[in-house]
């Protein structure tokens, strides 16, 4: 079996209690031989801000490209709030998504049949639900230049930002989609607003024509964003892939999550492009941050961070079978009753974040069964 060397930067807040459930993971998987995983940790954000006094170090994203994938926790808190924005924790996490050039960001919306009533839709709309969003995630308004404030005369302001996108940054992300779409619904649905944006035109017509060229066999559908938006609130499994540029995958990402219930359930990856030695760059994340007001507590719920390391598997390692496994013993435990905190009904008891790791090994011990 080939040795996979993974670096965990757990980061700040609950990150690394979250992380502290995977490490436990992997050694309980690595003793079972379901893998050969070799763990290297490093500082990012606020807790190498206050030892180096930089939100990361040069020689942690070198480490980062050589492994054969990152785990992050989450990175800020109070303490370094005042800080510029240069100096911020977030700027370290930004400088390993720029540095490895991960431009496709995965975010699934799955629901959990044990949590389907923790969603502000009704279960029916909900139940079975399973999306993937790709965002584009280095280009579009967000890095677009020119952007700024200027002052333009008798108290006025300017406030703007640019929206590009080349051919290149298009196809590149649409390729990860199609590519993924393979192992799904063979569906894709490309989201822009073509009707008022030269950029979302492009979009359009570049996506569409990479589809017909090399991938005929996935189902490609258009839609405009604001239509895709009412969508995902009023039907939203009739979708599978959807794939977006980074502004609006940001903002139907958020929305899509958010119809599964809690912060603490959602995972997500980010994904480079594939090199001369056929691997590609993976850094795999929980949704949310660094949790202050329950960090230190053992109240976070683990699932997000355990579930991002299950798709580290799936998306870097191929690993499918394992990935499931995962998945598999999480549904279970939420199927028996445990639940965190955020995730807990009114009166309902509940664990803490260590207590959560732990049944979800012993689901693993048992779905094992050796
Ligand atoms: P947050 O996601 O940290 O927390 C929002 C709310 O959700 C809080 O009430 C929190 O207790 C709860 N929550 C989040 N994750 C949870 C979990 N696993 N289990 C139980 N409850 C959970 O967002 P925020 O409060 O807006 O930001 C806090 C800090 O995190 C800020 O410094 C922010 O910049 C940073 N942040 C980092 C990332 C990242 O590292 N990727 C993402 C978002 C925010």
Redesign the pocket.
């Known amino acids: 079996m080939d040795k996979i060397k993974l670096l965990i930067l757990p980061?700040?807040?609950?990150?690394p209690e979250?992380v502290d459930e995977v490490k436990k993971i992997i050694d309980f998987l690595n003793k079972k031989n379901c893998f050969s995983i070799i763990v290297e940790e490093d500082l990012v954000?606020g807790a190498c801000l206050d030892k180096n006094k930089v939100p990361i170090k040069e020689e942690t994203i070198e480490k980062a490209k050589k492994s054969d994938a990152v785990l992050?926790?989450?990175?800020?808190?109070?303490k370094?709030?005042n800080l510029p924005f240069e100096q911020?924790?977030?700027q370290g996490?930004l400088k390993l998504r720029s540095d490895l050039e991960l431009f496709a960001n995965l975010r699934p919306a799955i629901s959990f049949e044990p949590l389907i009533h923790a969603s502000s839709l009704k279960p029916e709309i909900i139940k079975d639900l399973n999306i993937l969003i790709i965002r584009e995630l280095t280009g579009g308004v967000y890095f677009g230049e020119p952007r700024g404030i200027e002052d333009i005369g008798n108290g006025n302001k300017k406030g703007f930002n640019t929206q590009v996108y080349t051919s290149e940054e298009i196809k590149r992300v649409a390729r990860v989609a199609f590519e993924l779409a393979k192992n799904r619904k063979k569906v894709v649905t490309s989201v822009e607003k073509s009707n008022v944006m030269e950029s979302g035109k492009l979009w359009k017509e570049e996506v569409t024509k990479l589809g017909k060229k090399d991938y005929p066999e996935i189902d490609l559908n258009h839609m405009y964003a604001d239509n895709c938006a009412m969508q995902l609130i009023r039907q939203p499994k009739q979708f599978d892939i959807i794939l977006t540029d980074n502004l609006f995958g940001d903002i139907l990402s958020d929305a899509a999550a958010m119809l599964t219930g809690?912060?603490?359930m959602l995972p997500s990856a980010s994904l480079g492009a594939v090199d001369s030695t056929g691997r590609r760059a993976g850094m795999y994340?929980?949704?949310?941050?660094?949790?202050?007001?329950?960090s230190g507590q053992d109240?976070?719920?683990?699932?997000?961070?355990i579930m991002s390391f299950a798709m580290m598997l799936k998306y870097s390692f191929d690993m499918n079978e394992e990935s499931d496994l995962i998945e598999k013993a999480v549904q279970n435990v939420l199927s028996k009753g445990l639940r965190?905190?955020?995730i807990k009904q009114k009166d309902e008891k509940h664990v803490s974040t260590k207590e959560m790791g732990a049944a979800i090994i012993q689901e693993l011990d048992t779905l094992i069964g050796n």
Do not use: C, F, Q, Y
């Open positions: 980061g700040d807040g609950i990150g979250a954000g992050l926790g989450a990175v800020g808190g109070p370094w709030d911020r924790p977030e996490l809690s912060l603490g994340e929980p949704v949310h941050g660094s949790a202050p007001d329950i109240k976070a719920n683990p699932i997000a961070m965190t905190l955020d």
